[in-house]
């Protein structure tokens, strides 16, 4: 194995988290990351060896992921089983893990797919602010825009949530939840 | 969207810090992190905005783990293929399996599908263009799934060409149709031996997650083998012990009957033990006394009726 397939490999498990928060569903997600690897490897040559092997990988997802919903509508709407069952999960109690995963996912699906990239990379990857403009191949101003303009859109659907007042009792579990697992 | 352009909603300064600050990105930097904290201290919807920023954050860090485990289907994926990528389908194996299984195996695809005898100009125009009659299922399935997500019908020549090739076993193509499972384009095959009177029914679907070991079964007077290359799925069904379908699977698994790979069979790894079939299998050795031969490093499985159609 050679020096990029061994960093390639360490970064398969960011990309599956990123392909799957992208399509909400972990077999697309999968598949996501086995066309991207594939065709990184066709374009492994497009490496540059200062740069970072996660933000080259990332990048070549996002437009894989773009080029494929060009061809198919979003799937985000429900929670998929499979995410349930991520390992952070099984430590919280089902019914909240159930909750806190509705209000991320049901907000993750309101969002457009750049705006959801700008936060998921941000916010699960850790990504700078300069990488994901790279990754995203727009410039820093409009990633600070995609950023901003989701994560206040998914403030807005949590606040929506508590004022409902059919989920009243859920509502202070779900903000007592989202501290919790800070 | 609005239409607008984006930087047009870009915040102000100390929103775009606020930001930075709840990414944990002003680290270092200690100075601003410092006059951020201290602004925080006076400023309280500053401060319920930074708390929401870190919640959305972590809320997103628990419902979307890392998956340490790396599953098989990328070990290779980062590297040199011989087989052409296919288009990704948004179903998991196991659907597109008991697609199969129900669909194929259970019969129920047997009637009505499109297609039928193939008129004697097409089969000789076949010959004419390729007189190496070895094509890839695995083309002719994958013009199928092109075809039925652009809406269009394949060129049914071009798929009948890139069938496998069955005479060196004594069998020639009848009947070549397309029809669809759970959204997902099967191409079927019909092979006659106009000697002794056997048929042979061949389908090929993407499968594009497991690979799958040959399995055999079979219900009633019904022989079935099934396997999976990880990326397409292949059944062959016919009459029990006429012919031997191991043995057919095997020559649709020989490196010559795959023009596409150059020569490499495309095969499970179970079946890469195998050894491809160098010689034209005499219809007479075809036949088995005792149903189904599976292929060397298999293990006996259940019947697929049985163990798919649940």
């Known amino acids: ?182 | 969207m609005t239409g607008r352009d984006e930087n047009e909603h870009a915040p102000d300064g100390f929103e775009e810090i606020l930001h930075a600050y709840a990414d944990g990105l002003l680290e270092r930097d200690p100075e601003r992190k410092l006059a951020v904290e201290q602004r925080l201290e006076r400023d309280p919807p500053a401060r319920r905005k930074v708390e929401d920023i870190k919640t959305i954050n972590e809320a997103l860090k628990a419902a979307f783990a890392v998956e340490e485990s790396n599953s098989a289907r990328f070990a290779s994926a980062f590297g040199p293929r011989a087989w052409p990528s296919l288009p990704r389908v948004g179903h998991t194996a196991a659907a597109v399996a008991a697609a199969l299984a129900i669909g194929f195996f259970a019969g129920q695809l047997s009637g009505g599908v499109p297609g039928g005898k193939m008129p004697e100009e097409t089969v000789a125009a076949l010959m004419k263009d390729h007189p190496d009659p070895g094509r890839m299922a695995a083309d002719a399935a994958m013009a199928g799934v092109e075809a039925v997500r652009a809406r269009t019908e394949p060129d049914r020549l071009a798929v009948a060409r890139n069938l496998p090739d069955f005479s060196g076993a004594g069998f020639a193509l009848s009947r070549v149709s397309r029809t669809a499972a759970e959204g997902k384009t099967m191409v079927r095959a019909r092979y006659e031996n106009p000697a002794s009177g056997e048929t042979v029914e061949l389908a090929v679907m993407p499968m594009p997650q497991n690979s799958i070991p040959p399995e055999t079964g079979g219900a009633g007077d019904e022989s079935r083998i099934f396997w999976s290359d990880g990326h397409l799925a292949y059944g062959l069904k016919a009459q029990k012990g006429r012919p031997d379908l191991g043995a057919l699977a095997r020559l649709a698994s020989s490196g010559g009957n795959w023009a596409l790979t150059a020569g490499k069979p495309v095969l499970a790894p179970e079946m890469r033990e195998v050894a491809p079939i160098a010689e034209p299998l005499p219809a007479a050795d075809m036949a088995a006394p005792s149903g189904p031969v599976m292929p060397s490093g298999t293990a006996p499985i259940s019947p697929a009726g049985d163990k798919r159609g649940s």
């Open chain 1, 1 to 182: 194995m050679d020096e990029l397939e061994s960093y390639v490999a360490r970064e398969i498990p960011h990309m599956r988290r990123f392909a799957r928060s992208l399509c909400g569903s972990a077999d697309e997600g999968d598949d996501l990351v086995q066309d991207a690897l594939e065709r990184a490897w066709r374009k492994r040559d497009s490496w540059r060896r200062e740069g970072s092997v996660r933000g080259w990988l990332f990048r070549i997802l996002y437009r894989v992921f773009l080029n494929s919903r060009r061809k198919a509508k979003p799937v985000l709407a429900d929670t998929d089983p499979e995410i349930m069952a991520d390992p952070v999960h099984e430590r919280l109690p089902p019914q909240e893990a159930r909750l806190a995963a509705d209000d991320v996912l049901r907000g993750l699906a309101s969002l457009p797919d750049d705006q959801r990239a700008a936060v998921l990379l941000v916010a699960l990857e850790g990504v700078s602010y300069d990488e994901a403009a790279v990754v995203l191949d727009v410039p820093i101003g409009t990633l600070r825009s995609r950023l901003f303009r989701g994560r206040e859109a998914l403030r807005q659907m949590v606040s929506d949530a508590e004022r409902m007042p059919a989920r009243e009792t859920a509502d202070r579990r779900t903000t007592t939840r989202l501290r919790r697992v800070k």
